[in-house]
């Protein structure tokens, strides 16, 4: 018995080559690589126990392997940077070609904070549109120390504005205008609370004493525990989250439901290693900034557990080439050109395509409570697609460089 546990293991060696894994094969298979080495070294006091599991997991990746095709609802991105002007036209394609709606952020400069810049910002989204593709924005509202609750209420009534964000102060990118203490709109949450209406957090503290690496894990003591005491009823998105910490809050805290997390591509894919690969990588710098290896983990067992609380929201976010390359470089990665591909990727690694549609169709619809899309969408496996688009140009040939992938896209979109 023993001894056919570790032909299989052999074979499973032979079939995917330690070391002719990709990257991206590499960094998911962490697992069973350090498992194929402790067979190498200590094959003779593995346990049937360690083997059934372990055989589990391999089966599970095997038949991952196999899925050559997944047809699910059309998607959302529950969280997405579309900006304005020419930007707006070069970027938007790309989320309305793969996604039915999205959450549009507001952060613009000056930032979208009444309902009357909402709908005109949507107006703009939509007379952007490239002919023949149906696309709808949800609108946020940029919250500040002096949002105006029943602006706020009004422009959710009337189906404009679908949810509201808060940015801690000069947390991120054009983010001077935020929120500076969550007591200064308490009537604004109180309201919310009232009405249903979802509260998107970014959550990091802005205080220069704490670590930037641990922003996050502080918020979630310092802010979002206290607020979600004072407003129990309030529906919470926690966006991007980047570490342990907030997967283990939201896990135990979001079976309530009225608290759940979106979860980026890059934050699934990269960690915090690959800003300083060979020198500093710009391109994959983002706030929050990606973390340790271990957090990275976390956030993949979370976004491929299925689980109704995580859902996905791409935080694509784009720069201008010269913003990104600079002595003070914006934080913000483009992913929405291969956003789709790359979650795929991740469901796949993991061994978890089954959960692909709970995270990328469902979650999200159901926690905004609404409709699940009717259309489909079809994603193909494909061999190796090299992903070597550098840069894309806006009308006055201004270029955005999209998330590079470290190893080929292995998902394309078939049709929508
Ligand atoms: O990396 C980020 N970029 N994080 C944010 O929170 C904002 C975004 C942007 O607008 O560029
Ligand atoms: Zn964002």
Known sequence: MLKHHLLAWEQFERSWGCSGLNNGHEASLNLARVDVCTYNQLSSVLRYADLAFHLNFLAALMS???????TIPQPDDWHVHLRDGAMLAAVLPYTARHFARAIVMPNLQPPVTTTARAEVYRDQILAALPEGIKFSPLMTIYLTDTTDPHDLSRGHELGIVTAAKLYPAHATTNAEHGVR?????QSVLEKMQRMGMPLLVHGEVTDPDVDVFDREAVFIDKILKPLRKDYPELKIVFEHITTSEAVDYVSSEGKKGGLAATITAHHLLINRNAMFKGGIRPHYYCLPVAKRERHRQALIMAATSGAKMYFLG?????????????ACGCAGIFTAPSALALYAQVFEDAGSLSNFEAFASRNGPSFYGLPVNEKLLELMKIDHLKD????ILTENRQEIVPYRNS???RWCVAEV
Not at 181 to 185: F, G, M, R, S
């Open 64 to 70: 991952a392997k196999s899925i050559k095709k997944l």
């Open 314 to 326: 791409t935080d694509s976010a784009p720069h201008f080439r010269q913003a990104k390359e600079s």
């Open 407 to 409: 190893a080929p896209l």
């Open 388 to 391: 070597d688009i550098n840069s």
């Open 181 to 185: 203490d969550v007591k200064n709109i």
